[in-house]
């Protein structure tokens, strides 16, 4: 591509007050560059518009606000090159301006008002930015979206509400649906209920369940293919082009989907395991939840002892749930079922008492409306208690023994039946598997653990995935599906699987028919912007993907291994096969590879490592130190644009440059830059570990642990670890990001300049 660069730089919105621009024009040298007080407006754009057509421009440098706004002016297609520069947030905004001078005192005020004088420090870091830019415009290349015909089929794994749900939603938008069931009958556990909680206002009576209606609008889709006794044997492809086996009754049948939903639903916790604590399994008249809700559907709710009505029930609520040694967590809708299962005992008959014993007691949203109907039943007895002991007393009747009461005693309550308000376990929750079985490392697995031939935890079996990276979808701590619970809540860590329902999180019918609704959405929208060549989420609508240079691959695996989601599948050598639409452009392969094989049209080492080699590094005899600061482009760099529309100050001694990830910071950047007489190397990302807040799941992890390979670069180059660090940030943490900065700054200033510096 012949490039004709142009430059456009803005006044408005205060930069004329920070910057001279006078001195920015002469940073672009011999590009078409021009002023203008407001870029965005009318005029402004049509500058820029008009130089593309009659002077030919192509590749367009815009020095303004933060590349986060403004994004429908700024868009010039995928033919041109854009780089925005953002001395808005950055500059302007967030440093010292420049100053009137004040005539003297008893001197005439000046015929024509004296001019500004611009602050040094906020000039030079105005005229850096501009020239990373610049610098960064010049390497870069037009996207070309890989355009594909693809297959616009949504396959919906579980037939239950959620799945029905969701083939449903994606068929009244034109899309095809295929629904596969593993059992002979679609309904899942709420064609088994024998009502169901309120799913429309004032949320205080219960409804019929909608399972049965549900299953009849499916059978009556003719958009909608059903496959019942079915599993998913195998998942072969991406997203837009899986070849899925679907075998049903035996038979093997071949189908072609482009995105899938996870509906596989949630089962019970195991109530056997809390035979000690609540003698479920020794006593005959301890039940769990479900149980009696196959009772009321029959007809009548028995002890199962003599088959004798149940007058007296008595719910433990948060039976094994919260509780470190069975399930940790809610499951948020027990309360509420036990509030039903209540009034099943009280409409059965009049005399009846229902007791309820719980922890607390969890009503969420408009369901507080059912909480306080339930309440003014004087049949049912609430009280926040802690059970002691079950024990027999005769006749099948039991004495529950009740510690920590809201009146601050101890009771004891006889009832013909007690009921385990048991909690939800995701179907997708990860069983044992000997990792010498596995065909290669899951992302879940320590390099070590297979080495030993440990057993790691793996999904239970449900897509059968032929991916590199292993046959599931990674789970979280407990078992759900996850990719980042609260931007992407239904993408899990595989693109184009969208989980929905109760095995994405705990939830009763209603929820689950708005969570089938989206999933569903997601996962037309992933089928539409792949076969666009666009990326999903979060980098919606980058038309750019991985290029490898296979030639000089030296099959390290590193790329295939450190793949957040397992876009990468490998040959018989180790050599990487990419996959385009798995893809979210992370650019973690690109940081993860020694040899810099990969890169993007607009974002590779060579891009990064020319916009480093832009910024002017001061010699040591100049009273400022210079110091390069990678920041997230999710989290850290848009915290920093909070900073400055708060008018929040930041060191002027530190140079943004904003990444995709950290992940795909390479560490030749860091070596590079030190080289040259960089004092210090930040790189700012999002929150790692448990808690996690990367949206690229493990990128800021994967820099914390290439740390080592970053010390070994320090070592070799002679000069302190310290000068290189790493901070986590999240954009809640504007306010706090300065003091981070500052703190950096300070530290090494103490440490003195980069011995590189003047070489």
Partial sequence: MDKKLGVYICGGCGISDAVDLEKMVKVAGNNVCKTHPFLCGKEGSALITNDMKDEGVNTVVVAACSPRVMYDVFNYGNDVVLERVNIREHVAWSQPNAEVPAPAEGAEAPAEAPAAVFHKATQMMGEDYLRMGIAKAQKMMPAEPLVQDLTKTVMVVGGGVTGMKAA????????????????????????????????????????????????????????????????????YGAPGMYDVTITSNGAANEEKVGTIVMAVGWTPYDATKLADKYGYGNLANVVTNMQVEEMAKAGSIKRPSDGKAAKNVLFVQCAGSRDADHLPYCSSVCC??????????????????????????????????????AQNDPGVFLT???????TEAGNGDLVVEIANTLIGENIKIKADMVVLATGMVPNTKPVDVDSKDLPVRT?????????????????????????????????????????????????????????????????????????????????????????RGSAVHPRALDMTYPEFRLESCTQCKRCTEECPFSTLDEDEKGTPKPNPTRCRRCGVCMGACPQRIVSFKNYSVDIIGSMIKAVDVPSDDDDQMRFICLMCENDAYPALDMMGINRLQYNNNLRILPVRCLGSVNVVWIADALSRGVDGILMAGCKFG??????????????????DNVQETLQRLSLEKERVQQIQVSVAEYDKLPAMLDKFVKDLKAMGPNPFKGF
């Fill in 168 to 235: 449903l939603s994606a068929s009244s938008i034109g899309y095809r649906a295929i629904l596969v069931e593993k059992t002979g009958a679609l309904g899942g556990w709420s064609a088994k209920m024998h009502k169901q909680l309120p799913t429309k206002a004032p949320f205080a009576a219960l409804e019929a369940p909608i399972a049965p209606e549900l299953a009849k609008q499916v059978e009556a889709d003719a958009n909608i293919k059903v496959y019942l006794n079915a599993e998913v044997s195998n998942t």
């Fill in 336 to 373: 509420l079922a036990s509030l039903k299962q209540a009034s099943y005992v009280r409409a059965q008959d009049g005399d009846s008492k229902a007791y309820i014993i719980y922890k607390d007691m969890r009503t969420p949203g408009l369901y507080e409306n059912y909480y306080k109907a």
């Fill in 384 to 390: 926040k208690g802690e059970i002691t002991s079950i």
């Fill in 443 to 531: 992302l879940s697995m320590d390099y070590a653990d297979q080495a030993a031939g440990r057993k790691i935890p793996m999904a239970a079996p449900t897509l059968n995935l032929q991916y590199r990276q292993g046959p599931e979808v990674p789970t979280l701590e407990y078992g759900f599906p996850d990719s980042h619970y609260i931007c992407f809540p239904y993408e899990t860590q595989r693109t184009g699987i969208y989980a929905a329902g109760a095995v994405r999180s705990p939830m009763g019918v209603a929820q689950a028919m708005n969570d089938a609704d989206g999933a569903a959405l997601k996962a037309v929208q992933c089928i539409e912007l792949a076969s």
């Fill in 690 to 707: 448990e808690d996690y807040q990367c949206h690229f799941i493990k990128g800021s992890e994967q820099c914390n642990k290439r740390m």
